[in-house]
């Protein structure tokens, strides 16, 4: 195994209202970096730049399952149904698009982050 595989702890902020009951613009995350992501779990990931060309940030998002027509590839969605980019936008994400997993909030309210059961 290198160290390249090994996951890596980091801090986050979370930017804006898309993640929001669950997570709030200015939360620091706990995230780990390289690790395997799982269906339901909240994850940083790398969003397709936008219709311009312009590179959008990282982003925070709900990782909901496979693509069902690319199964080697990740569906994403907002839990804000009123806000955020999710895959009904930009298609799903390559492993490779998917950066870290979301471990817990570390402040203002420390705690885990939940996981959504997802079919």
């Known amino acids: 195994m290198s160290l390249r595989s090994i996951p890596r702890p980091r801090i986050v902020r979370v930017r804006g209202r898309s993640m ?10 706990l995230v780990l970096w390289g690790r395997l992501v799982r269906p339901g779990a909240v994850a940083v990931v790398r969003l397709p730049p ?3 060309g312009t590179p ?3 982003s925070i998002k709900r990782v909901t399952g ?6 080697d590839r990740w569906w994403i969605d907002s839990d804000n149904l ?3 980019v999710t895959s009904f936008d930009v298609g799903s994400l390559g492993p490779d698009d998917v950066l870290a997993v979301a ?13 959504r059961h997802t079919p």
């Open 82 to 84: 009123r806000e955020g």
């Open 66 to 71: 496979a693509d069902p027509d690319a199964p």
């Open 50 to 52: 936008d219709t311009t």
């Open 56 to 58: 959008r940030p990282l």
């Open 20 to 29: 929001e009951p669950t997570l709030h613009d200015g939360d620091l995350l």
């Open 103 to 115: 471990l817990a909030r570390v402040w203002p309210r420390p705690g885990r982050v939940t996981t």
